[in-house]
């Protein structure tokens, strides 16, 4: 089944599908050995002030489906401003467990490991349909119509979330404007048409001052929707001008790398490669 499919035909809402922190079945057995450990860590982290179209939409999904594979683990977590009944939630997580290495395997009698392929064979599944929950939960809470984006805020503490992981490979892939506007700084022009232009160690020093600098634990960093504007997907008459976005993502990558992370890939809005 396509991801977009599985979006268009999921019924759950968000307020049934948050603290939903366990959503894969174990195949663990006392008649088995412990499993490796995880391999690699996905975080998704949606912006629910930033409306996307359904292609960047079906574009996160892509994304996140070759990471749903044994020895891997994924969270969905979704912010937005600290007002209007918004807030920072974990929607899905869930851990594939690691294959057996084939020595291990040999001392394993063949019914348990007819039940543990089995088992292992629909976790990916359960993955995918949990994670397709919580990103459509996301998408059915986000609008353009929220007043404020405390972006800086959201990441440094969702940033927790990746940071105590002890997989040796961790991403994040971050679905945003990345256009903070709070007390802090405005990243907006025009009454929010446009992207002001930005001075990217100056916006650093503000981060600094007001200690909002995050930790993602040595991270590798993807954004889809860099530079969205809220009207832009109804009327596609907003303007980003190119060396505004270029400050914007040198921005960013400063913040990252003081961050602990690497920014891999800005989408300005799409990514044009896929994660890896």
Known sequence: ????????????????????????????DKMLPPFPPTARELLVVVDQTTPLSPALQQLVANNIKPFLVAGNSFSVVVFSAYTQNHYTDLLASGKLDAMLPSE???????????????????QPQQAAQAAGQALRAAYQGTSGNIAKSDIFASLKSISSVIKQSTAPEKIVLIVSDMLENSSVANFYADQGRSVRSLVPTREIRVVEDNHLLADFGGARIYVIGAGLLADETAHGKNYRDPKTMQSLHAFWSEYFNKSNAKLVEFGQPALLNPMR
């Open 1 to 28: 089944m396509k991801w977009r499919a599985l979006l268009l035909q999921l019924s759950i809402s968000g307020a049934a599908l948050a603290g939903n922190t366990d959503a894969i079945r174990s195949c663990q």
């Open 104 to 122: 291990a395997r040999n001392d394993v009698a063949k019914p348990v490991l007819a039940k543990l392929d089995l088992c292992q064979q629909r």
